[in-house]
């Protein structure tokens, strides 16, 4: 799994970072490809239009500018369901697993580069959590395959339902929001719990994170020997412990807000009894988690609503999970930094541990690099693009978060502006800062300062 280039006989071996965002660009090109075979086409479609799709299923984000239904044969439809779990669990995942399964053994810088693909912070039992993530996976896949079948198939037959409740199933694990339901997506299943919960589940369970699940495992030992809840809890690691409860803030008050802002909008909540409303409001906050699915029109919820929208979008799932977005923990360590600093405390201490400053500062730039990333391809879009303002706002935060929920103007995009979308995605699938390292010279490294200049002072505020 090392990749080695030469250039004037020397080696140059890529950095994690640099093999990770080659994989996902290996992965894009190859499926593109695929998809503008006549094999793969009901309708024929320009080829920039495949590299979109390949892009969004790569990068599990969901943003279509066709119905995928209608424009793809079963070849087709197939290979957008390998790019959509190839994506989710990274290129890496799958052959290091293969040389797992061959009786390979994988040497430190390949457990290096599968450490920094699934955000673990330690290289230890490396090779027994890239199984666990595959034993997971095919757990839930299979599972939510099973319930959404059980609704599908009355509607479609054996057959058909089958196949469509493996592909959404797949999709909903992988936080891809890509179904073949037809243009109305889930809309016509709004009132429908199995559909409703099951998704939803999906989608929490993958956004969490595979490191998150792993460490619970471990604890699940604890809970047969009937050990009380709040001790568990406080023996957990401090990222499971952060993820478990900013996820559970991020949807309960988005559920919250979007329920009480859209109550009485008739275009949206408003025609639904008082139990659909709570079902579809807790649906449309927990897709917010990257997944892009939805039951609701989301061109026709109130600007209030989409903005808050955006917010949680852009804040995304978690570390090392199927999801997008800067990641719950990056806005979590930002918002406690501020305030540690409003409290005049010279170190952020969380769960009676002390975040270093090296985290903290990885935090920050996460943030401010994902900011200047939006905000560029917003003004791009801004520029390219006619149409609705906030639907272009929206659809730009959507493609960075890899969320995949539009106000219905994907279709619309001209060429450059599925470009500027193409690249939003690529870049929030790999996160701002694993690009960065991406462009960087491999000689170029941290270093520390030889010389200590004096203290320079500069008016902030």
């Known amino acids: 799994m090392s990749t080695r280039f030469f250039v004037d006989s020397k080696p140059i071996i890529l950095r994690p970072a640099q093999q990770i965002a080659l994989g996902f660009l290996t992965v894009i090109f190859i499926g593109s490809v695929l998809l503008s075979l006549p094999i793969a086409q009901q309708i024929p479609t320009p080829y920039l239009d495949h590299l979109f799709i390949a892009t969004s299923a790569v990068c599990v984000t969901g943003l279509s500018p066709l119905v995928v239904a209608e424009t793809y044969t079963i070849f087709g439809q197939v290979v957008v369901i390998f790019l959509m779990q190839i994506g989710g669990l990274s290129l890496m995942t799958f052959i290091a697993l293969f040389m797992i399964a061959i009786g390979g053994r994988l040497n430190i810088h390949e457990k290096i580069v599968m450490q920094e693909t699934l955000n673990r912070t330690s290289l230890a039992d490396i090779t027994k959590f890239i199984v666990f993530i595959i034993k997971y996976t095919l757990f839930f896949e299979l599972a939510g395959l099973i319930l959404l079948a059980t609704q599908f ?59 998150v699940w792993f460490d619970l495992q471990k604890s699940s030992s604890s809970i047969l020997k009937k050990v009380p809840i709040k001790r568990i809890f406080n023996q957990l690691k401090i990222h499971v412990k952060l993820v478990l409860i900013v996820t559970a803030i991020l949807i309960l008050s988005g559920w919250l807000f979007i329920f009480l802002a859209e109550y009485s909008n008739p275009a949206s909540l408003g025609s639904l009894s008082l139990m659909d409303k709570i079902m579809a409001s807790l649906f449309q906050s927990v897709t917010l988690r990257t997944a892009g699915f939805s039951t609701l029109d989301i061109g026709v ?6 903005v808050v929208m955006m917010l949680f979008m852009f804040i995304g799932g978690s570390p090392g999970g199927t999801a997008g977005g800067i990641k719950t923990t990056t806005m979590a360590l930002v918002i406690l930094y501020v305030i540690t600093e409003l409290r005049n405390k ?15 500062r990885r935090a920050v730039t996460i943030l401010v690099l994902s900011l200047i990333i939006v905000f560029t391809g917003i003004i791009g879009l801004l520029f390219v693009q006619q149409g609705n303002p906030l639907a272009i706002v929206f659809e730009a935060v959507s493609a960075m978060g890899t969320v995949g929920l539009s106000m219905g103007i994907t279709s619309s995009l001209n060429n450059w502006g599925k470009i500027i979308i193409i690249l939003l995605m690529f870049v929030g699938r790999i996160g701002p800062v694993a690009l960065a390292y991406t462009l960087k010279s491999n000689r170029v490294m941290r270093r520390a300062n030889l010389v200590e200049y004096p203290h320079g002072q500069v008016i902030v505020g």
Request: hydrophobic letters at 50%.
């Open 153 to 211: 198939i009355p509607s479609y037959g054996l057959g058909e339902g089958l196949y469509k409740a493996l592909f959404i199933s797949i999709s909903a694990f992988n936080n891809a929001g890509f179904d073949i339901l037809g243009a109305v997506s889930l809309q016509n299943y709004v009132s429908n719990p199995v559909v409703n919960f099951t998704i939803m589940i999906q989608i929490i369970m993958g956004g969490l994170g595979f490191s």
């Open 301 to 306: 919820l109130r600007p209030a609503t989409l």
């Open 346 to 360: 010279d170190s952020l201490v969380l769960f009676k541990k002390t975040i270093s400053r090296d985290l903290l």
